[in-house]
């Protein structure tokens, strides 16, 4: 796995965040303006009003649903194939043997921590972090 396949943990996590979001924003019915109705109150002297009504209108609506559904098909999709390679990264930082470096990397890749934070954390030089990502991935 390359260093830029692993940098894409984060992006990866909130997009899967935005996409979750989005789909159940697009599971909710919107309800839209329809038209309005005239009428009068119930009661003497009977005034006029008018009064807005609110719904999908019937002609738009299979559409609407069939364009829904898509969308969220699609986003669905999209999710799945980004959770897969989001454990995929969470797998191959596993199965590093070396547990310092294991630690290096989730610190770095999953936690999105800077290579001194992680090497105050540790007690490494920064450069001694950097040559271990380098030395491991490349």
Do not use: C
């Amino acid at each position: 796995m390359t260093e830029k396949e692993l940098s894409q943990y984060k992006a990866i996590k909130n997009e899967i965040a935005d996409l979750n979001r989005r789909i159940a924003e697009n599971k909710e019915a919107e309800i839209v303006p329809f038209g309005t109705v005239k009428g009068s109150s119930k009661y003497f002297p009977y005034t006029p009003m008018t009064f807005h009504v609110a719904g999908i209108d019937p002609a738009d609506a299979t559409q609407r649903q069939e364009a829904i559904s898509e969308l969220l098909r699609q986003r669905e999709v999209q999710r799945d194939e980004l959770l897969k390679k989001q454990i995929e990264i969470e797998q191959y930082i596993a199965g590093i043997q070396d547990s310092t470096t294991r630690t290096i990397f989730r610190m770095y890749f999953i936690d999105g921590m800077s290579q001194w934070q992680i090497a105050r954390k540790l007690g490494y030089e920064r450069s001694s972090i950097s040559q271990r990502i380098r030395r491991f991935v490349g």
